[in-house]
T-cell receptor
Framework: QQQVKQSPQSLIVQKGGISIINCAYENTAFDYFPWYQQFPGKGPALLIAIRPDVSEKKEGRFTISFNKSAKQFSLHIMDSQPGDSATYFCAAGRAGNMLTFGGGTRLMVKP | DTEVTQTPKHLVMGMTNKKSLKCEQHMGHRAMYWYKQKAKKPPELMFVYSYEKLSINESVPSRFSPECPNSSLLNLHLHALQPEDSALYLC?????????????FGPGTRLLVL
């Protein structure tokens, strides 16, 4: 019930392309879905987050799409750049409980 | 300011040493967390402090001892560690434990146990 499944484990995208990372959850009590970006040797940085009352949230080149009925959410990185190469973690949370993280996706954007 | 600072950045210690990791935030957050992260894995929760009191201990071995001296500081005391404890140790904070949503992470301490 607490699991968050993330796919793919790794992703290679050409510069300028769209990177898409997917997550699925089981516990319908989750009401907060953040994405974290982590560069090697650094801590995760909060990138963007969404709540289930909206189906999409966009911040610059980063968009979260949320499908409540399917219990899935995804991160889209438009116009991917080599500087976006990092590991991305989705997570799910609810009040009074800790965040549950997905397994991570290593993104490489080729020049 | 959403900064969480951690010291030291790197630490090498023997299995008989005693060392401490430090974490500091000045965002007025009342929940602070210690995570352990192995390579290519997500952060794994170790401890949660809420209003300076330990509220969650995720069955962490007693060789790890957390301490929260005040609302801005969080320490992790290390003693008699094993080589498998080598990892990136991350500190994080959020407004409070009931709203763990916006957790801000520090840069981590890279620990190597020899």
């Amino acid at each position: 019930q607490q699991q968050v499944k993330q796919s793919p484990q790794s992703l290679i995208v050409q510069k300028g392309g769209i990177s898409i990372i997917n997550c699925a959850y089981e516990n319908t009590a989750f009401d907060y879905f953040p994405w974290y970006q982590q560069f090697p040797g650094k801590g995760p940085a909060l990138l963007i987050a969404i709540r289930p009352d909206v189906s999409e949230k966009k911040e610059g080149r980063f968009t979260i799409s949320f499908n409540k009925s399917a219990k899935q959410f995804s991160l889209h990185i438009m116009d991917s750049q080599p500087g976006d190469s990092a590991t991305y973690f989705c997570a799910a949370g609810r009040a009074g409980n800790m965040l549950t993280f997905g397994g991570g996706t290593r993104l490489m954007v080729k020049p | 300011d959403t900064e969480v600072t951690q010291t030291p950045k790197h630490l090498v210690m023997g299995m008989t040493n005693k060392k401490s990791l430090k974490c500091e935030q000045h965002m007025g957050h009342r929940a602070m967390y210690w995570y352990k992260q192995k390579a290519k894995k997500p952060p794994e929760l170790m401890f949660v402090y809420s209003y300076e009191k330990l509220s969650i201990n995720e069955s962490v071995p007693s060789r790890f001892s957390p301490e929260c001296p005040n609302s801005s500081l969080l320490n992790l005391h290390l003693h008699a560690l094993q080589p498998e404890d080598s990892a990136l140790y991350l500190c994080a904070s959020s407004q409070n434990r009931d709203s763990p949503y916006e957790q801000y992470f520090g840069p981590g301490t890279r620990l190597l146990v020899l």
